[in-house]
């Protein structure tokens, strides 16, 4: 089903107001509901499951260092939106099948905090998974002034909560940026992309696995999936009316499959300011930006003499990438427009700072660790796609097993056709390069035998990380220090389809 671009003003998620303030904490509740919501004014509503109410959630926003409580509360339906398949880990028959964690994204948080896949719980914390530990999480936000989300984490059914709508902003904010005096208040605006197909009735569509491997058993897990409809914050291909001056815009990517990279028809440069984990050393002036499921970019986008101008901002990224379909530049191939039709209501006075915040490197000399990890492409006993990381499933013993406050190189060594990106919870990290290698060598000799030179990361990404894309037959190399707090944690591909099946490990910083 095809539906008419741009018909639907953008909506902005509202600001969530803490239960509780005082000098020494703050205290939210958050409730997760099944409830019907417009997603584009020719459908009929759609069913949704979101925070409080909305999808996407409200956005939460702190202060750098606040001490911050969130009781995450599940009062959804016994039955799930879209297929489960019970085949995958996690998700077996032994457990409901509405099941939630969430996870804040690029979060610096105790583990008991941070959404382990199997610390997961039902309507009421009637039931909990086995690694539940408490009801309301605490966020030091011991992070910069960085754009994070927060979504659900649920072990093997991640890709059907995510999909559902359950995810949000979290932003951290800091004097430091205020300091810097981009564009804010109004002219400041989260854009979470992601991609969806429905049914004729405006339901969301799910696939099931279309030719069933397994005799009598409907199973729903996919290599990947790709929508063929695009929608930011919940709308599908909105259109914002602004005013000719700066604007600041929050871009996220959290669609389960699809990547991006973005441009506007005006052929116009944007201004990237900040990566994952927070501001850039100085603004760069890009004109594409490529988003993997989980990356975050913020830029500023200058709409200064472009009255009465409508601009597109597209997308050619394919899909799954790198080796899918182009998408259709006449329907995925378009994200969302701008009209620059709002009178100015007053003079433009923020800046596009020449520099913004010291990014120091972190130093090689200071490793203590190196560790060679493959992502791996195999075939599970039905004959379905079965990635793995370091070729091991999730049940299998802990082997990363960093020490607090050490420093570690990981060398990501993709020997799949596909670009993963892969995210580690708790550390922001630094891209150090990527490099080409012999995949065939290294599959029967374990060798790596470089085929090219180590090519530095793009200057869209060197800044603070969490989420990095692993191209095929590509070794990147990532640089973090592990803190500030101890316990178990995990990385993970953040394709969800991925993830579930089961592109994920714990991982665990020891004292
Ligand atoms: Cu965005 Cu492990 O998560
Ligand atoms: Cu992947």
Redesign the pocket.
Known sequence: MILSKFVDELPIPPILKPRWKDQFYTYYEVNMTEFSQSLHSQLNNSTVWGYENGYPGPTIEVESGEKVFIKWINNLPDKHLFPIDYTVHGAHWDVPDVRTVV?V?GACVEWESDGYPEAWFTKGFKQVGPYFRKQIYRYDNCNHACTL?Y?D?TIGITRLNIYAGLAGFYLIRENRERSLNLPSGKYEIPLMIQDKTFNEDGSLYYPKQPEKPIPELETSIIPEFIGDTILVNGKVWPYLEVEPRKYRFRLLNASNTRFYRIKLDSGQFMYQIATDGGLLEYPIGIREIMLAP?ERADVIIDFTNLEGKNIIMTNDAPAPFPGGDKPDPLTVGQVMQFRVTLPLSSVDTSTIPAYMVPVPKIKEQSVTRIRYLTLNDNMDQYGREWMLLDNKPWDAPISENPKLGTTEIWYLINVTDDSHPI?L?LIDFQILDRRNFDVDKFNKEKVIEYTGPAMPPEPQERGWKDTVRANPKQVTRIIMEFGPFTGLY?W?C?ILEH?DYEMMRPYIVIR
């Open positions: 996870h994204h989300w979504h984490h989980a995210h919870h995990i993970h953040h993830e």
